[in-house]
């Protein structure tokens, strides 16, 4: 017997020492993305969204950001907390280290969730594409609302496996409490809510927990509707019911469907290949990683139980994997929420890359060392040969070193009595980076325009209906200012853009096309800040 023991014994210290391996594997994955993410946060100067949450949160008081927080097209929970994060620091890289926790966490959470429905090995696959995919290594050095959503989606997830696993109302509570900051975070989560609710009932009904998990479950529930109230009545309403339309439907209209442009069937599958486009940055890979994802949807459910840990059957996991595509498509269709490449379905990431993991994993015959393979040499593809998306910014052209040498060019050369004109996207950013980070007020309004004084510049700026100049919007913006500020021939002038664009840049297409502007003299600074002096005479036109 002796022999047969020791045999058992060394069986179990060899799973044990794989467990170990595999997680520590994990933990180094985990903490390579946490130093891309930082180095990437503290590099590159902030963008016009960044400046907007920043402008919301840096206010005198807790009632002054409530206030400002309701013209933010989002939950309130990221103001709040930058209201007091912003008191360890303003610079880049301060404002960005929530989100680059976040998404660290995110990281080893989504490991552990994957461990827990397909084994540790898939789990494993599953956190390289978490920690090195380039848009979300991207979004986890941005201060927006979507690395926290997706961290607070993943430990909701996970809690929940655990809850019902070890039939305990503690995890489950966890599990409601990541739900309601997840909401609090990005109104994209009541579409998750949605899906992991359904989920949620299939496996009590399957699994019959205790009355303590399903009441849990059940109050949880409930204080999420509520949450979602709240936010409806106090945030949602005073955008009115197509607020995503908006301004952003100049590039979000192919992500609702129109019945007019669009056949059903071909903009379901559009438009989820766009999500994995977007997820994966590349259009090519993302097109192979949608039919990846769906061959992995096939193996989970030929696949049987995926582990040993959880009671989770084929069809329940499958369930999970496809239904928030399903809410997502079905909202769309009916025009109720964007669905396609973009930040707004990020919280597909989680649904996706775990289908993906599982196929490749299955594909390289269960052999982690294949798989690995596999995953390197996509993610290499994909940071060599990014597909670009509009709006689009290079992050060399977004170094802070261009930033500081257009505000250094501004101090040099503007004068107390020039004027600085921009788009809606330009003045956050230099009302940012000329008031130095501190909280600034507009001294006069105008119909469609506003202004403050920054650094001893004068600023005058569209509101959001110009969020940034193009050819087709200049010439009349510009009349409209001449007008609306009662500017006489030789004043002068400075035109600055600077941020995302949607096409050529500003001030080359005006010299290129304009006889007006042949010999405006550019200044610029990187491929998205220009900076250019237009002597005032009277209206032009795109005759002229």
């Known amino acids: 017997m002796a022999p047969l023991v020791e045999q058992e014994v060394t069986e179990v210290d060899r799973r044990s020492m794989k467990r170990l391996s595999l997680d520590l594997a994990a933990g180094m994955i985990v903490a390579c993305g946490f130093i891309l993410r930082l180095k990437l946060a503290s590099a590159t100067f902030l963008n016009a969204d960044e400046a907007l949450h920043f402008m919301a949160a840096n206010q005198p008081s807790w009632k002054l950001t409530y206030q400002a927080s309701l013209t933010i097209s989002h939950p309130p929970l990221l103001i709040f907390l930058l209201h007091l994060w912003r008191y360890l620091g303003t610079s880049e890289v301060i404002l960005r280290l929530p989100s680059v926790l976040a998404g660290t966490v995110f990281c080893w959470v989504f490991f552990k969730w994957l461990e827990n429905l397909f084994g540790r090995e898939v789990g494993v696959v599953g956190v390289i594409f978490a920690a090195f995919l380039p848009p979300l290594i991207a979004l986890s050095t941005e201060v927006r609302q979507y690395s926290l959503l997706l961290m607070f989606v993943v430990c909701s997830m996970y809690f929940l496996e655990r809850a019902l696993a070890e039939d305990s109302a503690q995890e489950m509570l966890l599990s409601s409490i990541c739900l309601w900051l997840a909401l609090l975070c990005q109104y994209s989560a009541v579409l998750v809510a949605g899906s992991l609710g359904i989920y949620a009932l299939i496996r009590m009904l399957r699994q019959r927990p205790g009355i303590t998990v399903v009441g849990t479950w059940f109050s949880g529930q409930i204080v999420a509707v509520a949450i979602c109230l709240v936010l409806y009545r106090t945030y949602i309403s005073a955008f009115g019911s197509r607020a995503m339309h908006s301004w952003m439907d100049v590039y979000l209209h192919n992500s609702y469907f129109d019945g007019s442009r669009h056949n059903a069937l071909l903009f379901v599958v559009a438009r989820t290949a766009s999500v994995f486009q977007y997820i994966f940055g590349q259009n090519a890979v993302g097109d192979v990683m949608f039919l990846i994802f769906l061959a992995g949807i096939v193996s989970v459910l030929k696949s049987g139980r995926q582990s040993n840990s959880t009671p989770v059957s084929r069809a329940d996991i499958a369930t999970l994997l496809v239904l928030p595509f399903a809410i997502n498509c079905a909202l769309s269709l009916v025009d109720l929420y964007p669905y396609g490449g973009t930040r707004h379905c990020v919280f597909l990431t989680i649904f996706a890359i775990a289908g993906i993991s599982c196929a490749i994993y299955t594909f390289t015959s269960?052999?982690?060392?294949?798989?690995?393979?596999?995953?390197?040499v996509i993610i290499v593809v994909c940071h060599v040969s990014p597909s670009r998306r509009l709006p689009y910014m290079a992050p060399a052209d977004q170094q802070k070193k261009h930033m500081n040498q257009a505000l250094d060019f501004l101090r040099e050369h503007v004068g107390a009595n020039e004027l600085l004109f921009v788009d809606n996207q330009t003045s956050l950013l230099l009302a940012h980076y000329l008031c130095q980070q501190r909280p600034f007020f507009i001294n006069e309004w105008a119909k469609g325009?506003?202004?403050?004084?920054?650094?001893?510049?004068?600023?005058?700026?569209?509101?959001?209906?110009?969020?940034?100049?193009?050819?087709?919007n200049f010439f009349s913006t510009w009349n409209e200012m001449l007008n609306a500020y009662a500017l006489t021939p030789g004043d002068s002038v400075w035109i600055v853009q600077m941020g995302w664009r949607w096409e050529d840049p500003l001030a080359s297409e005006l010299k290129e096309r304009y006889s007006d502007f042949r010999d405006v003299q550019i200044h610029s600074f990187g491929h998205n800040i220009y900076i250019f002096q237009f002597p005032v005479s009277r209206g032009i036109s795109p005759g002229r």
């Open 366 to 376: 269960r052999q982690l060392w294949r798989g690995v393979a596999a995953v390197a």
């Open 449 to 472: 325009f506003n202004t403050l004084q920054c650094g001893g510049q004068h600023i005058v700026g569209t509101d959001g209906r110009v969020f940034t100049f193009t050819a087709a």
